[in-house]
């Protein structure tokens, strides 16, 4: 199992910056990517950045440019910095974690979740 606990959320003025924080527990040597979801209230959930082990990421549209997904070097933390926020950032950040369970067979664990507020 892998334990995923996100920090980092709260409000900021748009322009303004925000790092997000998923510190991650367990069977860390399984994890095959991790990422970051949010959802805004009526919207869709949206999958905003990945990582993979291989430090390969992708981000979507709405935040390329704007937004960067890391891991420290001991693969124990995975950081979301969100630069120049916008109002439509508003939303719930949920990060995961798909990782291979015992069986090898792929596996995700999802944080908690942490609100992130942008004032226009």
């Known amino acids: 199992q892998v334990q995923l606990v996100e920090s980092g959320g709260g409000l900021v003025q748009a322009g303004g910056s925000l790092r997000l924080s998923c510190a991650a527990s367990g069977r860390l040597a399984s994890i095959v990517s991790m990422g970051w979801y949010r959802q805004a209230p009526g919207k869709q959930r949206e999958l905003v950045a990945t990582?993979?082990?291989?430090?390969?990421?992708t981000y979507s549209d709405s935040v390329k440019g704007r937004f960067t997904i890391s891991r420290d070097n001991a693969k124990t933390t995975m950081y979301l910095q969100m630069n120049s926020l916008k109002p439509e950032d508003t939303a719930v950040y949920s990060c995961?974690?798909?990782?291979?369970?015992?069986?090898?067979?792929?596996?995700?664990?999802w944080g908690q979740g942490t609100q992130v507020t942008v004032s226009s």
């Open positions: 990582i993979t082990n291989s430090e390969r990421t």
């Open positions: 995961y974690a798909n990782y291979r369970n015992e069986y090898l067979r792929l596996q995700a664990s």
